[in-house]
């Protein structure tokens, strides 16, 4: 017979999105399959194709400066501002989940911090440039440098190696052999020189200039004075002969590689943050602080894309990556998002013709900024909609997914999909409606947007737009209520909208909005109530969609009339303003008030800034039953699934999100928490709840996305296989201990933590009736499994026997075992055994230093009860001076006086030195 568990709700965070970059250098490898970023003081390696992070390398606690990789991305290099630079090598495993980074060297190359590095097309060469105008030449491997380049204080802006043609190499080699006065080098010089010969290193600097240095003559052979701002990009092309130069004074310059003369200089119009050629070097690109990638012809100068118009603020590109294995290039917005663009091919083509702007071919959002709000979207609850203190909102995959030809992943977790671009402010609020199909946003820009969402094809269109609130809208609210099966809207939710919206907005008031029957259209307001007498945080429609429910900073939520607008109850008692308001889901069972059962349907949960939670009940508007536990305000409250697979209590779980930075599952019944989940650093804005999987998604300020499974099926049936392995055991236990299998039974008590069971199995030992005359303890089996016991046994059983000497009545036991292993093992064994950790350590110590404390009292208290015996026989003996038949007393007590120095602790000096 097994004894029924109680039910435990237990979840754990499946999955997680995280930050990947909060700003600095970015690097991509010439494969575009590593990507390194800067995450704070951090470097993280992340897999481009699947999204994977393949490794988190720690910094040094001083913010990174600049990284890069090698093309083949063997060697990572990170300078911060530390003035230390790390060189790390890099190693796929096996199976291609994750890179081994090994420090190889940490050097400090510049007095001032590095801000700029380049590293040559074989990966061997590591050029530094340094915040007061020095450069120096570095050789991975070996880590020493091999040139150094002083030029004016000025902070070295760019970097770039090139080869020149091997035939003016020579020439110029030549020449320059000719010219040395010094005879013959030695050959190790020679050969220097000769690995060299080729390699040139151009710089750009925050006063305009360029200057290109010859590594083979280890001095500046070009000195291009044009720019009159930070240059920021340099490129070189050999089919060209050409070295391009572009910086923030919006302007791009060609330079003839062999005069060093300038070519052409166009004016861009646009602050360049990069340059550079694609193409063989027919083409140039270029972007900039307009947040577009530009296409030039080489030849001419002349603009291959058609004119862009200048993209947001947050969209302004702050540098580049070119892929040449891929042709794929890599722009780095001010957002921090990583953008990626398919260049064009035109090798083959004879005339360049002009090219439409380039378009993103792929995003990666480096971080989410603080996660305000968020909701599922698609019937399958494939895309997750993100409100992330922007103007628009992101859609991101929370599933995989992959291609059926190659089997390649298409799709992967947390990868950017799509953009809900639309509102001119911060979008702060979001909901959904019962398909997924459909998502109405509010802004700070005083306006509701209504967006179709079809994943089928990936399209993202803004449906309507509603205007006339006079200030930020804080609530959106769709009705959830499934429509009859033959209907339309039914069978084809994508192309039929939702019939209403409700807002709520900071200027008091809330409004019922009609939704267009056709796209691009102005919704129509059906009515509009003068709602509270503060800000409204929250609203929400209940699932039959005939109420909606109101809450608003002035400690009150409204109950009210979809269809006529009029408010149906007050529900007040919360002491601070109400962040959240959710009616309960039709399925929700009766739950058991003070007053009695309350209709599940008829409940009403609201979380507060008071940092309580409140169920009411919509009968009569009352509190029902309040939540304590948060230690900050409550921002958001979701119910659950109502019950879990297997769990005959039905009991109503709802969850809990708050400014304290976690999310906790409460029982609406108890009123107790049933679990508390931590993973997030910061307040947590936003919460939601997938209803096929009971996975709860809790968003925070820490820009972080925790995703957490409800493992409560698996918990229960792992505590009931636990639970019934434990009875086993037991029985187990006492057929050892019935058999007389010592060994077996030890180990098995001490696994089991059973001190009872090995205290009576020691005590049966020692106190045998027919004990072995050689035995240490009284059995020999038992001495030689005390033995032959590991180093964790051993130190269970200095635990066991720590406890059991304190006692006076089982002090006698736990000596004698005590004595049986120290006899068993030298003196050095329980000084050295092997326990885990310095903790462990230290715990050693407290034990040997307890059993050492309380063996000397007893032994202290054994030489007072001897001292006391000879006061005793004296008065014996006195005794039987006087009255000679007492005679026998004394020799009887004589005898009990030997028996308690047998029976006192065995060799207690022995026990006391080793000790």
Known sequence: MTTRLPFQTTFEPER???????????????????LATTLGEDVVLTNVATGRQYAKIEGDDESISTLTLT??????????????????????????HAIEATLLRTLKPHGTPVVVLA????????????????????????????????????????????????????????????KNKKGKKKNSEAANDNATIRFRLASGSQDGKVRVWDLHKRSVIADLESHVSDVQGIDYSASEHALV?????????????????????????????????????????????????????TDTGREVTTEQAAKAETESIVGTWLCADTNVLLAVQTDHTLVF????????????????????????????????????????????????????????????????????????????????????DIVITLDTDWSGHWIATGAKDNTARLWRVDAQTNSFTCWAT??????????????????????????????????????????????????PRQASKKGKALFTRKAHDKDINAVDVNPTGQLFASASQDKTVKIWSVAEGEVQGILRGHKRGVWSVRFAPNNTPVIQGDKGAVAGKSLVLTGSGDKTIKLWSLSDYACIRTFEGHSNSILKVAWLQQHAEGDKSKRILFGSAAGDGLVKIWDANSGETETTLDNHEDRVWALTVNPDTNTVVSGSADSSITFWKDTSSQTQAAAAQAATKL????????????????????????????????????????????PDHDSLCGLRAVDEVLATLSDEQIFLLLLRLRDWNTNARTAPVAQRILWTLIRSYPASKFSTLSVKGARGQKSLKEVLNALKVYTERHYKR??????????????????????????????????????????????????????
């Not at 997680?16 to 590593?34: E, S």
């Not at 204080?153 to 080869?163: G, K, R, W």
Request: aromatic share 6%; charged share 20%.
């Open 16 to 34: 997680v999105i995280q930050p990947i970059y909060t700003g600095g250098a970015v690097a991509l490898d010439n494969g575009g399959r590593v």
């Open 71 to 96: 093309p083949s991305a063997s060697h990572l290099i990170v300078c911060s501002r530390s003035l230390s630079m790390r060189i790390y090598a890099l190693s796929l495993s096996a199976e291609q």
């Open 119 to 178: 590293v040559d097309r074989t990966g061997t060469l590591l050029a530094t440039g340094a915040a007061d105008g020095n450069i120096k030449v570095w050789d991975i491997l070996g880590g020493y440098v091999t040139h150094t380049f002083r030029g004016p204080s000025v902070l070295v802006s760019a970097l770039h190696f090139f080869e020149i043609a091997s035939g003016r190499a020579a020439e110029e080699h030549t020449t320059a052999s000719k």
């Open 245 to 297: 130069t572009a910086g923030r004074d919006k302007t791009m310059i060609w330079w003839d590689a062999k005069s060093w003369t300038a070519k052409k200089t166009i004016p861009t119009f646009d602050a360049i943050e990069a340059a550079g050629f694609v193409e063989d070097g027919r083409l140039t690109y270029t972007a900039g602080a307009n947040g577009c990638v530009r296409l030039w012809e």
């Open 341 to 424: 663009y398919q260049l064009p091919s035109m090798r083959d083509a004879l005339t360049i013709p002009e090219l439409a702007p380039l378009e993103p071919t792929r995003r990666i959002s480096g971080t989410h900024d603080e996660i305000i709000d968020l909701a599922y979207l698609s019937p399958d609850r494939s895309i997750m909609a993100l409100a992330t203190n922007l103007e628009e909102v992101r859609l991101v995959s929370v599933t995989e997914s992959t291609s059926q030809t190659g089997g390649s992943v298409s799709r992967y977790f947390g990868q950017d999909i799509g953009l809900l671009k639309g509102h001119e």
């Open 466 to 515: 509603f205007t006339g609130h006079a200030e930020t809208l804080g609530a959106v609210g769709l009705p959830k209520t499934i429509p009859q099966e033959p209907s339309a809207a039914y069978q084809d939710p994508v192309n039929n909208p939702p019939p209403f919206l409700i807002t709520g907005s900071q200027d008091l008031t809330v409004k019922k909005w009609e939704i």
């Open 727 to 770: 009875v086993e055991q037991e029985q187990q236990l006492e057929n050892y201990m019935h058999t007389g299998a010592y060994r077996d039974a030890i180990a098995l008590a001490l696994q089991l933590n059973h001190p009872g069971r090995l205290l009576k199995l020691f005590t049966a030992v020692v106190t045998s009736k027919t």
């Open 862 to 915: 054994t030489e007072e009860l001897v001292d006391e015996s000879f006061l005793v026989e004296y008065t014996l003996q006195e005794m039987d001076n006087v009255a000679p038949t007492l005679g026998g007393l004394g020799e009887e007590t004589e005898g009990e006086e030997m028996d308690m120095r047998d029976t006192a602790m065995p060799d207690a000096a022995l026990l006391r030195d080793t000790l």
